[in-house]
């Protein structure tokens, strides 16, 4: 069965450096939502969306900022990277009338600042 | 503060006996899911259990969750190598949309 799909798997910025992770939910899911898990933390939300427009907002810095497009993927963008912003970054997708209240996991992008 | 607290934060069993993992939350949920990360890795979902459910199976799992405690407990039956990894509860709660709070989770190391 399709998953949940994340690129890049792994980047790797300097400080004050931009980076777009991008995120394709399972196929029919049209909710994604965004969270980050710093080095040995739980994971933290970041922002959801649904059919294309932002749905909730959590503890998401306003160096970031993130849209879902037409074709129901997502990506995040992340500006003047900051060290504090190294983590594995996950996308959710769920879909309220096919799987429920479950959200669906990447596998996730490491993202590394140096 | 962490909506979701997991003890023990970290759990050490022989290969064949069962696991306990404990989960407590702060506020009303609609529902609470345990997921699974292997070290580094992707979340992986194992089972969703509502708020006016008190007990659910799937496989060697087992979930309960008291509402009255605001907590759930996952158990692993006859444990396996395999299930080395840290488990994660998440709660949706009811005042905050859909979105998942995570709780500190607990590191299971199963000894071959």
């Known amino acids: 069965a399709a998953g949940v799909i994340q690129s890049p798997r792994h980047l790797i910025k300097e400080k004050r450096e931009t980076a777009t992770l991008k995120c394709y939910p399972i196929p029919r899911h049209d909710t994604v939502y965004w969270y980050q898990q710093g080095p040995g933390q739980d994971p933290q939300f970041l922002i959801s969306?649904?059919?294309?427009?932002?749905?909730d907002k959590g503890s998401i810095p306003d160096r970031f900022s993130a849209q879902q497009f037409s074709d129901y993927h997502s990506e995040l963008n992340m500006s003047s990277l900051e060290l504090g912003d190294s983590a594995l970054y996950f996308c959710a997708s769920s879909s309220p009338s096919l799987a429920g209240e479950t959200q669906y996991f990447g596998p996730g992008t490491r993202l590394l600042v140096l | 503060s962490q909506q979701g607290e997991e003890d023990p934060q970290a759990l050490s069993i022989q290969e064949g006996e069962n696991a306990t993992m404990n989960c407590s939350y702060k506020t009303s949920i609609n529902n609470l899911q345990w997921y699974r990360q292997n070290s580094g890795r992707g979340l992986v979902h194992l089972i969703l259990?509502?708020?006016?459910?008190r007990e659910k199976h799937s496989g060697r799992l087992r979930v309960t969750l008291d509402t009255s405690k605001k907590s759930s407990s996952l158990l692993i039956t006859a444990s396996r190598a395999a299930d080395t990894a840290s488990y994660f509860c998440a709660t949706d709660e009811k005042s905050s949309g859909d979105k998942l709070t995570f709780g500190t989770g607990t590191r299971l190391a199963v000894r071959p």
């Open positions: 259990i509502r708020s006016n459910e």
């Open positions: 969306f649904y059919e294309k427009m932002q749905s």
